[in-house]
């Protein structure tokens, strides 16, 4: 009887000076509907465990003077295909429709917003090899988070 006192004191302090728990990651994919982009979401969701957030952001770059109106069909339509490649994997997920003037410190902004984020670029294996992709460049500098190039 003693010993299982022993033990349950033991057991107990172990719990008691055991760390926090790590919040799950977040993966934020940046999503055009293009073959890259879905290329970058089925690899989020591939990697996706339980507990993981998974958000497709659509970054609707508006020049300056251009008006707006009409975009949400577009953008609905785009992050609606998100939702449905997410679910072949058995992964619901966020989605995010963000006009922008400049994608690039737009996406680096949100990543640094989310805790403990992973940002999924997709990428063609073409400039991916001449390191000719001047937005995934921008995005691997200056991203304060791990950046995932996915190539197609």
């Known amino acids: 009887m003693r010993m299982k006192t022993r033990l349950t004191k033991q057991v107990k302090r172990?719990?008691?000076?055991?760390?926090?728990r790590k919040p799950a990651p977040s993966y934020l994919v940046n999503y055009d509907g293009g073959p890259a982009s879905?290329?970058?979401?089925?690899?989020?969701?591939?990697?996706?465990?339980?507990?993981?957030?998974?958000?497709?952001?659509?970054?609707?770059?508006?020049?300056?003077?251009?008006?707006?109106?009409?975009?949400?069909?577009?953008a609905n339509a785009i992050l609606a295909s998100a939702i449905v490649?997410?679910?072949?994997?058995?992964?619901n997920i966020e989605t995010r429709h963000i006009p922008c003037g400049v994608k690039g410190p737009t996406l680096v902004t949100l990543a640094a917003e989310q805790e403990s984020a992973v940002l999924f670029l997709g990428v063609d294996d073409r400039e991916l090899d001449a390191q000719l992709n001047p937005f995934a460049d921008y995005v691997l500098s200056l991203a304060p988070c791990q950046v995932v190039l996915v190539g197609v």
């Open 14 to 20: 172990i719990f008691e000076t055991a760390p926090p």
């Open 38 to 74: 879905v290329a970058a979401l089925r690899e989020a969701c591939d990697m996706a465990s339980a507990g993981t957030k998974v958000v497709a952001v659509f970054l609707d770059q508006i020049p300056e003077g251009v008006a707006a109106e009409g975009r949400e069909m577009l």
């Open 85 to 91: 490649n997410a679910r072949l994997y058995g992964v």
